[in-house]
């Protein structure tokens, strides 16, 4: 069973971007196309990626129509920091094909994400879709203050191979 964080996440009332009107500090961010890793790194001295948990599960029904893969795909949840501020909560889904066809994605560890994938000369992004979430929901009280969130996720295909990758951007980011 995914975390109660994982599972949130899938149930939350995704929308294509484009059906909201997002103040312009948000928008800055959530719509944003190139490597998030790459941005937050440009803001600040000291990023690190916090590794929460990586572990194989069923694919779940939530994902079967994002996700055009059968079997265990891999959770990947992680907190990236900037100087010590949690910025962003991101969690990852990669379906066992694409584990075992871009195998460094299967032993990224505390190596963000971004980096491996928007080095890929084979990259494609589908359309990011938006949520708002209750951050007492979230189970993240420890790095997150009770607050309105918003959350984008978007599907990536590497040498066709799918993964989806969801993030929800802390009230720490916007500052950046
Ligand atoms: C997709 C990216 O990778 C980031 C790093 C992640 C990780 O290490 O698991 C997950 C999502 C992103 O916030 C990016 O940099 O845009």
């Known amino acids: 069973m995914p975390t109660e964080t994982a599972t949130y996440l899938l149930n939350a009332h995704w929308q294509a971007a484009a059906s909201y009107r997002l103040?312009?500090?948000?928008?800055d961010w959530l719509l944003e196309t190139d490597s998030l890793t790459a941005r937050l790194k440009s803001r600040c001295?000291?990023?690190?990626?916090?590794?929460?948990?990586?572990?194989?599960?069923p694919l779940p029904a939530q994902l079967h129509q994002c996700l055009p893969a059968s079997g265990p795909a891999m959770l990947r949840e992680v907190v990236l920091w900037c100087d010590e501020v949690a910025?962003?909560?991101a969690?990852?889904?990669?379906?066992?094909?694409?584990?075992?066809?871009?195998?460094?994605?299967?032993?990224?560890?505390?190596?963000?994400?971004?980096?491996?994938?928007?080095?890929h000369p084979a990259l494609v992004r589908q359309p990011l879709q938006l949520a708002q979430l209750d951050s007492r929901q979230l189970g993240l009280?420890?790095?997150?203050?009770?607050?309105?969130?918003?959350?984008?996720?978007?599907?990536f295909q590497?040498?066709?191979?799918p993964l989806l990758v969801a993030?929800?951007?802390l009230p720490g980011v916007y500052p950046l």
């Open 91 to 119: 969690q990852s889904w990669l379906p066992q094909p694409t584990l075992q066809t871009v195998a460094p994605l299967a032993q990224l560890g505390e190596q963000p994400l971004g980096e491996f994938i928007f080095r």
């Open 87 to 89: 910025v962003i909560y």
């Open 158 to 161: 590497l040498a066709e191979q």
């Open 45 to 57: 001295q000291h990023f690190r990626v916090q590794l929460l948990h990586e572990q194989l599960y």
């Open 23 to 27: 103040p312009t500090a948000q928008s």
């Open 167 to 169: 993030e929800v951007f």
């Open 141 to 155: 009280g420890d790095i997150c203050p009770p607050a309105p969130l918003w959350a984008r996720r978007s599907v």
